[in-house]
Protein backbone atom coordinates (compact mmCIF):
# COMPACT_ATOMS: atom_id res chain seq x y z
CA UNK A 1 0.00 0.00 0.00
CA UNK A 2 1.33 3.64 -1.21
CA UNK A 3 2.35 5.81 2.25
CA UNK A 4 1.94 9.43 1.48
CA UNK A 5 3.06 12.51 3.74
CA UNK A 6 0.43 15.07 5.13
CA UNK A 7 -1.01 17.42 2.62
CA UNK A 8 -0.35 15.10 0.17
CA UNK A 9 -3.30 15.11 -2.83
CA UNK A 10 -5.56 11.87 -2.44
CA UNK A 11 -8.54 12.86 -4.78
CA UNK A 12 -9.18 15.88 -6.87
CA UNK A 13 -12.08 16.65 -8.57
CA UNK A 14 -12.68 18.22 -11.87
CA UNK A 15 -11.89 21.93 -11.56
CA UNK A 16 -11.78 22.73 -15.40
CA UNK A 17 -14.43 25.25 -15.02
CA UNK A 18 -12.93 26.65 -12.17
CA UNK A 19 -9.42 27.10 -13.33
CA UNK A 20 -10.77 29.09 -16.70
CA UNK A 21 -12.37 31.57 -14.05
CA UNK A 22 -9.47 31.16 -12.51
CA UNK A 23 -7.46 32.13 -15.36
CA UNK A 24 -9.98 34.79 -16.24
CA UNK A 25 -10.25 36.75 -12.97
CA UNK A 26 -6.50 36.46 -12.86
CA UNK A 27 -6.03 38.56 -15.62
CA UNK A 28 -8.73 41.25 -14.44
CA UNK A 29 -6.50 41.40 -10.95
CA UNK A 30 -3.13 41.75 -13.57
CA UNK A 31 -4.87 44.68 -15.37
CA UNK A 32 -6.33 46.05 -11.65
CA UNK A 33 -2.60 46.27 -10.85
CA UNK A 34 -1.69 48.21 -13.47
CA UNK A 35 -4.49 50.82 -13.38
CA UNK A 36 -3.41 51.20 -9.90
CA UNK A 37 -0.23 51.57 -10.60
CA UNK A 38 -1.09 54.22 -13.14
CA UNK A 39 -3.16 56.53 -11.66
CA UNK A 40 -0.99 56.07 -8.59
CA UNK A 41 1.88 57.59 -11.13
CA UNK A 42 -0.60 60.35 -12.06
CA UNK A 43 -1.59 61.68 -8.80
CA UNK A 44 1.95 62.28 -7.97
CA UNK A 45 1.83 64.24 -10.61
CA UNK A 46 -1.17 65.79 -9.67
CA UNK A 47 -2.97 64.40 -13.13
CA UNK A 48 -5.62 62.71 -10.93
CA UNK A 49 -7.16 63.32 -7.49
CA UNK A 50 -7.91 60.04 -5.89
CA UNK A 51 -7.14 55.86 -6.09
CA UNK A 52 -10.16 55.31 -4.08
CA UNK A 53 -12.35 53.69 -6.63
CA UNK A 54 -9.16 52.16 -8.74
CA UNK A 55 -8.26 50.48 -5.33
CA UNK A 56 -11.98 49.28 -4.63
CA UNK A 57 -11.77 47.47 -8.19
CA UNK A 58 -8.31 46.41 -7.07
CA UNK A 59 -9.71 44.70 -4.20
CA UNK A 60 -13.12 43.23 -5.53
CA UNK A 61 -11.00 41.48 -7.92
CA UNK A 62 -8.70 39.64 -5.20
CA UNK A 63 -11.72 38.97 -3.36
CA UNK A 64 -13.11 37.11 -6.48
CA UNK A 65 -9.50 35.30 -7.20
CA UNK A 66 -9.56 34.15 -3.74
CA UNK A 67 -13.41 32.74 -3.96
CA UNK A 68 -12.29 30.92 -6.92
CA UNK A 69 -9.04 29.62 -5.15
CA UNK A 70 -11.36 28.72 -2.11
CA UNK A 71 -13.90 26.25 -4.56
CA UNK A 72 -10.78 24.80 -6.24
CA UNK A 73 -10.00 23.53 -2.65
CA UNK A 74 -13.04 22.16 -1.59
CA UNK A 75 -12.59 19.84 -4.42
CA UNK A 76 -9.46 18.54 -3.70
CA UNK A 77 -8.64 16.17 -0.59
CA UNK A 78 -5.46 15.60 1.17
CA UNK A 79 -3.70 13.31 3.64
CA UNK A 80 -4.55 15.16 7.14
CA UNK A 81 -1.17 12.93 8.63
CA UNK A 82 1.17 10.83 7.32
CA UNK A 83 -0.20 7.64 7.03
CA UNK A 84 -0.72 4.13 4.55
CA UNK A 85 -3.50 4.38 2.32
CA UNK A 86 -6.19 1.64 0.81
CA UNK A 87 -7.57 0.53 -1.66
CA UNK A 88 -9.20 2.97 -4.22
CA UNK A 89 -13.02 2.57 -4.58
CA UNK A 90 -13.56 4.96 -7.33
CA UNK A 91 -12.79 5.32 -10.79
CA UNK A 92 -11.10 8.17 -12.81
CA UNK A 93 -14.28 9.98 -14.52
CA UNK A 94 -16.70 8.26 -11.78
CA UNK A 95 -19.58 10.72 -10.29
CA UNK A 96 -19.03 11.12 -6.81
CA UNK A 97 -22.21 10.72 -4.12
CA UNK A 98 -22.32 12.50 -0.51
CA UNK A 99 -20.81 9.81 1.76
CA UNK A 100 -19.07 8.02 -0.73
CA UNK A 101 -16.10 5.93 0.59
CA UNK A 102 -13.53 6.78 -1.64
CA UNK A 103 -10.05 5.37 0.44
CA UNK A 104 -8.95 5.28 3.62
CA UNK A 105 -5.88 6.16 5.34
CA UNK A 106 -4.46 4.68 8.58
CA UNK A 107 -1.64 6.66 10.73
CA UNK A 108 -0.46 3.72 11.68
CA UNK A 109 2.64 4.52 13.72
CA UNK A 110 0.73 3.61 16.96
CA UNK A 111 -2.21 1.58 17.14
CA UNK A 112 -5.39 2.09 19.28
CA UNK A 113 -6.23 -1.37 21.22
CA UNK A 114 -9.63 -1.06 22.41
CA UNK A 115 -10.69 -4.40 24.92
CA UNK A 116 -13.54 -4.82 27.76
CA UNK A 117 -12.34 -5.69 31.14
CA UNK A 118 -14.65 -7.58 33.89
CA UNK A 119 -15.97 -5.34 36.44
CA UNK A 120 -14.13 -7.23 39.61
CA UNK A 121 -11.11 -5.76 38.18
CA UNK A 122 -12.19 -2.12 37.65
CA UNK A 123 -10.11 -0.95 40.86
CA UNK A 124 -6.83 -2.05 39.04
CA UNK A 125 -7.08 -0.77 35.81
CA UNK A 126 -6.17 3.01 36.18
CA UNK A 127 -4.88 5.28 33.23
CA UNK A 128 -0.65 4.31 32.23
CA UNK A 129 -1.68 0.88 33.03
CA UNK A 130 0.71 -1.79 31.11
CA UNK A 131 -0.75 -4.05 28.41
CA UNK A 132 0.83 -7.11 26.74
CA UNK A 133 -0.70 -7.75 23.73
CA UNK A 134 -0.88 -10.64 21.05
CA UNK A 135 -1.50 -11.21 17.47
CA UNK A 136 -2.52 -14.71 15.99
CA UNK A 137 -0.46 -13.42 13.39
CA UNK A 138 2.01 -13.04 15.28
CA UNK A 139 1.92 -15.72 18.33
CA UNK A 140 5.76 -15.33 19.00
CA UNK A 141 6.09 -11.36 19.36
CA UNK A 142 4.43 -9.73 22.39
CA UNK A 143 3.31 -6.16 21.56
CA UNK A 144 3.45 -3.54 24.96
CA UNK A 145 1.50 -0.86 25.51
CA UNK A 146 -0.34 1.53 27.76
CA UNK A 147 -4.33 2.43 29.12
CA UNK A 148 -4.80 5.64 28.11
CA UNK A 149 -8.37 5.74 28.64
CA UNK A 150 -11.34 4.11 30.26
CA UNK A 151 -14.90 4.41 29.79
CA UNK A 152 -17.03 5.76 32.11
CA UNK A 153 -20.18 3.11 31.91
CA UNK A 154 -20.22 -0.53 32.81
CA UNK A 155 -21.93 -2.95 30.06
CA UNK A 156 -25.23 -3.80 32.41
CA UNK A 157 -25.55 -7.56 29.98
CA UNK A 158 -21.57 -8.41 30.07
CA UNK A 159 -20.75 -6.48 33.41
CA UNK A 160 -17.23 -5.19 31.54
CA UNK A 161 -15.92 -1.91 30.80
CA UNK A 162 -13.77 -0.86 27.34
CA UNK A 163 -10.69 0.31 27.92
CA UNK A 164 -8.28 2.09 25.16
CA UNK A 165 -4.51 1.78 25.26
CA UNK A 166 -2.47 2.43 22.71
CA UNK A 167 0.30 0.52 21.05
CA UNK A 168 3.79 1.26 19.22
CA UNK A 169 3.77 -0.01 15.48
CA UNK A 170 7.32 0.90 14.62
CA UNK A 171 7.54 -2.01 12.67
CA UNK A 172 3.99 -1.70 10.88
CA UNK A 173 2.79 -5.15 11.57
CA UNK A 174 -0.21 -4.16 13.26
CA UNK A 175 -3.31 -3.48 10.86
CA UNK A 176 -6.87 -2.09 11.69
CA UNK A 177 -8.99 -4.69 12.66
CA UNK A 178 -6.93 -6.94 14.00
CA UNK A 179 -8.04 -8.93 16.59
CA UNK A 180 -5.54 -9.52 19.49
CA UNK A 181 -5.74 -10.97 23.06
CA UNK A 182 -4.65 -8.84 26.04
CA UNK A 183 -2.94 -9.58 29.27
CA UNK A 184 -3.03 -6.64 32.03
CA UNK A 185 0.04 -6.14 34.08
CA UNK A 186 -1.33 -5.75 37.40
CA UNK A 187 0.56 -4.32 40.17
CA UNK A 188 3.97 -5.02 38.32
CA UNK A 189 6.86 -5.84 40.86
CA UNK A 190 10.62 -7.10 40.67
CA UNK A 191 11.09 -10.48 42.34
CA UNK A 192 13.53 -12.98 42.51
CA UNK A 193 12.34 -16.52 40.41
CA UNK A 194 13.63 -19.67 39.98
CA UNK A 195 12.97 -22.41 37.48
CA UNK A 196 10.33 -25.53 39.00
CA UNK A 197 13.27 -28.24 38.15
CA UNK A 198 15.52 -26.16 40.33
CA UNK A 199 14.03 -27.15 43.37
CA UNK A 200 14.30 -30.28 45.36
CA UNK A 201 11.39 -32.01 48.11
CA UNK A 202 13.31 -33.24 51.40
CA UNK A 203 10.76 -34.81 53.74
CA UNK A 204 7.24 -34.48 53.22
Given at each position: ?34 Q ?5 T ?31 N ?7 FD ?13 A ?14 M????S?P ?23 T ?28 D ?11 Q????P??T ?7 L??I?S
Amino acid sequence: NPRVKQGYVLIEMDVSEEQAKLAEETYRLDDALSQVERVRTLVKRSYASTLDEIERELNTAKARLNAIQSRINQKRIVAPFDGVVGFRNISVGALAQPGMLITTIDDDRKMKLDFSIPEIFLSSLNIGLTIEAKASAYPKQTFKGTVTSVDSRIDPITRSVMARAVLSNEDRLLKAGMLMSVQLNKNPRQTLIIPEEALVTIGS
